[in-house]
């Protein structure tokens, strides 16, 4: 498996946007908290979650291609496990339902900082420091705050057994870790 320095040089090499890469930084943060909480390999699911929208660019988020790409960028440089949980964070693209415990955590995982984020612009001071669980599963609830995000990936945290309010717990508190690189 590549290391995080090597993942990260990936990134930068195929993703140039800003805001792009923030999410797959949130998005590995918020996935190494998953996988310590579950006992699962922390490093695997962490890189997973930063190389997720490797071939976003590449596909111009196209939701019949995206995902499935990023196999050819990343197949012999990750696990097999890990390049299966990448191809299917968007199902769409396969015409298959995510059915195992790591499909289910990126994509719950990836998407809830979409939530996250949306909640800190909201905020007068635009901080992640002052956003508190309960406003983000508030929001969960509104559906026309942040449309976009699909709010049953969210909740896919619950089929790998972590309710909604501890998974939104969880990843405020993991985006909070690195909110200057966030900038938020």
């Known amino acids: 498996m590549i290391s995080r320095a090597e993942a990260i040089q990936l990134l930068e090499k195929n993703i140039s946007a800003e805001n792009m890469r923030k999410h797959c930084l949130a998005s590995e943060v918020v996935l190494r908290a998953m996988a310590k909480k579950l006992n699962r390999n922390v490093d695997e699911w962490g890189i997973a979650g930063l190389l997720h929208d490797i071939d976003v660019e590449i596909t111009k988020a196209n939701p019949y291609t995206h995902g499935p790409y990023a196999e050819k960028i990343l197949k ?3 696990s097999d496990e890990m390049l299966d949980a990448i191809v299917m964070h968007n199902e769409i693209a396969t015409g ?6 790591f499909q289910h955590a990126l994509a719950a995982g990836e998407t ?3 939530l996250i984020t949306a909640t800190t612009l909201v905020y007068p001071d635009k901080k992640i420091a002052g956003v ?8 969960m609830k509104q559906k026309a705050f942040a449309a976009s995000v699909k709010r049953e990936n ?11 309010n501890d998974f939104a717990e969880l990843a405020v508190s993991a985006m909070k870790d690195i909110s200057n690189e966030l900038g938020l």
């Open 76 to 78: 012999g440089k990750i």
């Open 96 to 101: 298959k339902e995510r059915t195992t415990e």
């Open 112 to 114: 809830i900082t979409g």
């Open 132 to 139: 508190k669980t309960k406003s983000v599963t508030k929001r």
């Open 154 to 164: 969210i909740l896919e945290c619950e089929k790998i057994g972590i309710p909604l």
